[in-house]
């Protein structure tokens, strides 16, 4: 996340922030929250990398923070201080997305989509979007969820078994990976840029 991070800055003049999701729990919303509104308050986008994402519920959690939209501005004395929304993330965002990505991995483009929230770029996500209800056996080495709730589109479209294709289609070369470049990334540093 660090080299990621520092990529980012780099590539972008230091405008653009970078958050990592590293599951879809508690711990990694309160960590992306930190961040965007801590040491990426001023920045002017900021990228959202879930690839590599087990899932878990945190698709509308984090929907919800990405889709904050800017109505106030704080001005005593004629000095602005801040804004409102002050929980939220008002400004351009980007996400990246691969095969790697699982359930609510998929959930989370799928409903930064149906917002309008930004792009979504890398890689096809499979669809594997279905809640699941975890059960552990009495030997409690044996342990596994069964689907239990189908998310459906709003055309009527379920999400298991129907994968998410990236806005912007991006492949990470084994070459380029080797050389410790990210094309994904570099691709959302280029379209957030755009957006400025």
């Given at each position: 996340?660090?080299?990621?991070?520092?990529?980012?800055?780099?590539?972008?003049?230091?405008?653009?922030?970078?958050?990592?999701?590293?599951?879809?729990?508690?711990?990694?919303?309160?960590?992306?929250?930190?961040?965007?509104?801590?040491?990426?308050?001023?920045?002017?986008?900021?990228?959202?990398?879930?690839?590599?994402?087990?899932?878990g519920?945190?698709?509308?959690?984090?929907?919800?923070?990405?889709?904050?939209?800017?109505?106030?501005?704080?001005?005593?004395?004629?000095?602005?201080?801040?804004?409102?929304?002050?929980?939220?993330?008002?400004?351009p965002s980007?996400?990246?997305?691969?095969?790697?990505?699982?359930?609510?991995?998929?959930?989370?483009?799928?409903?930064?989509?149906?917002?309008?929230?930004?792009?979504?770029?890398?890689?096809?996500?499979?669809?594997?979007?279905?809640?699941?209800?975890?059960?552990?056996?009495?030997?409690?080495?044996?342990?596994?969820?069964?689907?239990?709730?189908?998310?459906?589109?709003?055309?009527?479209?379920?999400?298991?078994?129907?994968?998410?294709?990236p806005?912007?289609?991006?492949?990470?070369?084994?070459?380029?990976?080797?050389?410790?470049?990210?094309?994904?990334?570099?691709?959302?540093?280029?379209?957030?840029?755009?957006?400025?």
């Amino acid at each position: 996340m660090k080299k990621r991070n520092a990529q980012v800055e780099e590539l972008s003049g230091g405008t653009i922030g970078y958050v990592h999701v590293r599951g879809m729990n508690d711990a990694s919303f309160r960590q992306v929250y930190s961040d965007a509104l801590g040491k990426h308050a001023d920045k002017d986008a900021l990228i959202v990398d879930t690839r590599f994402n087990g899932g878990g519920w945190l698709h509308d959690d984090l929907a919800t923070f990405l889709g904050g939209k800017m109505y106030a501005t704080f001005l005593p004395r004629g000095q602005q201080i801040g804004h409102e929304p002050l929980s939220k993330w008002f400004r351009p965002s980007a996400v990246l997305i691969g095969e790697g990505n699982y359930s609510d991995a998929h959930g989370f483009p799928f409903a930064y989509r149906a917002l309008q929230l930004g792009l979504t770029i890398g890689m096809p996500v499979p669809g594997t979007m279905t809640a699941v209800w975890w059960e552990t056996q009495i030997n409690r080495s044996i342990y596994f969820g069964i689907p239990q709730v189908g998310v459906q589109d709003m055309e009527g479209n379920l999400q298991e078994n129907y994968q998410f294709e990236p806005d912007i289609k991006v492949k990470n070369e084994y070459k380029a990976v080797a050389e410790g470049r990210d094309q994904q990334l570099e691709t959302a540093v280029e379209e957030l840029m755009k957006e400025k």
